[in-house]
């Protein structure tokens, strides 16, 4: 990932590539900054050096030692840069979201710089914005699109009113894709009600008429039903105006983790964002890595499954960023985002607009949330499939292995792209990982209620 100008991306070759066998604890993190802080330094010094800062900043703002926290930021200042190679962006954006937890000790200059409940966010046609740029230049969120649409497609073979339910994806171009599939069906296509939940009324506006025209162009008889949530907990199922005699499809595209914030406290205001607070915070259930705020998320999966779908497929981040302590959750992001930063580093240009668009306004704005931010206020709180599985299973779904053909489309497409090799799809227990070299980064996986078994 760490490359000097004009030379090519490479994972093997980045300082995050053995990340995982550094000595990451908060101890070896905690020792003093190293003396050879310079500018000139290789890429890859460089890209070390930030690692060890980074870690250093991260350890000392867990533990409120601001002033060492404060030390570490004016080193990293030197050598990240917002424009630079892929490892000094990524640790520009880690320093913000330090640098951010630190003002928080600080409520009235926190507020005094409008830096309410973590920083301010986004405008939403800016999000939106980056949102597109990230489906267009990384294809993992398209790939799961059509292993979606493919589930889909197999679970409603015969049926003849279909009602999907799309919560929060409201991505127009899965969907004019699901269209044509349905067209194509040797029975002809069924009546197609699309329920889509998102937060911008706008958005679902575009949606609508995008759909509608495309729906009318093709002789597929279609009905869109939009619902504006502010979030995705304050959702009434009983606005998804599910219809007798209607086979029913869920789809949740990144939704889901934000329904381990609703039950947790918002107490961090004036805690001193110390990780021993952290843990006394903690439920044993937290200790144990799954958030005491499940009950919610279990919840709103039970009334998910009384609405008795014939599939229903969750993609979500391959990630553990639900850590109550903040070096084990800070130490997982860089992890995590510097792979999504090195395949951004592949697939754009250096000076490219767009992909600034989503280092800032998308992927920043998340490493903000999960590293500055504590409480109901901490809505990035990614976990792995293994125990997005626990909590489907607990509602009373049961898996649905993606099928072998959604798989070899998945990566003949990944195989196609750009030139790059870097993607893959790797299959396990009947879901999908899409990786980025070696890493995970979504899981995509299907489910139904088991009296569909």
Avoid at 410 to 424: I, N, P, S, Y
Wanted: charged share 25%.
């Amino acid at each position: 990932m760490v490359q000097d100008e004009g030379s090519s991306s490479s994972v093997t070759s980045s300082p995050l590539h053995n990340f995982s066998a550094m000595p990451l604890h908060p101890d070896a993190a905690a020792s003093p900054t190293p003396p050879w802080l310079v500018r000139e330094l290789r890429s890859d010094e460089r890209g070390l050096c930030l690692i060890h800062l980074l870690l250093n900043c991260a350890a000392a703002a867990g533990a409120g030692r601001l002033d060492a926290a404060n030390a570490a930021l004016e080193h990293i200042a030197t050598l990240a840069s917002p424009d630079g190679d892929a490892m000094q962006r990524v640790a520009a954006a880690f320093a913000e979201a330090l640098a951010r937890r630190a003002l928080r000790a600080w409520p009235g200059l926190c507020r005094a710089l409008l830096l309410p409940r973590g920083g301010a966010a986004p405008a939403a046609a800016e999000l939106a914005a980056a949102r597109r740029h990230f489906l267009d230049l990384c294809p993992f969120l398209r790939l799961a699109g059509a292993a979606a649409n493919q589930s889909i497609l197999e679970a409603m073979e015969s049926e003849k009113i279909v009602h999907v339910i799309d919560l929060g994806g409201a991505d127009a171009t899965q969907w004019v894709e699901l269209l044509h599939l349905l067209a194509a069906r040797p029975e002809g296509p069924p009546h197609l009600r699309l329920t889509a939940v998102h937060e911008h009324k706008d958005v679902l506006a575009h949606t609508a008429m995008a759909l509608t025209k495309e729906a009318e162009r093709l002789d597929v008889p279609f009905q869109f039903n939009p619902v504006v949530v502010s979030r995705l907990e304050a959702l009434d199922v009983e606005s998804l105006r599910v219809k007798t005699g209607e086979a029913v499809a869920i789809t949740s595209n990144l939704q889901l983790h934000c329904l381990l914030a609703a039950d947790d406290p918002d107490d961090s205001k004036g805690s001193g964002n110390k990780d021993t607070k952290d843990r006394r915070r903690s439920s044993p259930e937290e200790s144990s890595g799954v958030s005491a705020s499940t009950s919610r998320a279990e919840a709103f999966l039970g009334a998910l499954w009384g609405l008795s779908p014939k599939v229903m497929v969750v993609t979500e981040q391959e990630a553990s960023h639900n850590a109550a302590a903040l070096t084990e959750r800070f130490v997982e992001a860089l992890n995590y985002y510097a792979a999504l930063f090195d395949c951004l580093e592949s697939v754009a240009a250096r000076g490219s607009v767009e992909r600034a668009r989503v280092e800032r306004w998308l992927l920043g704005e998340e490493i903000k949330n999960i590293v500055a931010c504590d409480g109901g206020e901490r809505r990035e709180r990614h976990e792995r499939l293994e125990k997005w599985a626990a909590r489907m299973e607990a509602a009373g779904f049961g898996r649905v292995p993606l099928s072998y053909y959604a798989l070899l489309q998945a990566r003949r497409a990944a195989q196609g792209l750009l030139g790059c090799d870097g993607f893959k799809v790797r299959e396990e227990k009947g879901s999908f990982f899409l990786c980025w070299q070696d890493r995970a980064i979504f899981s995509v996986s299907a489910w139904r209620g088991r009296r569909f078994d």
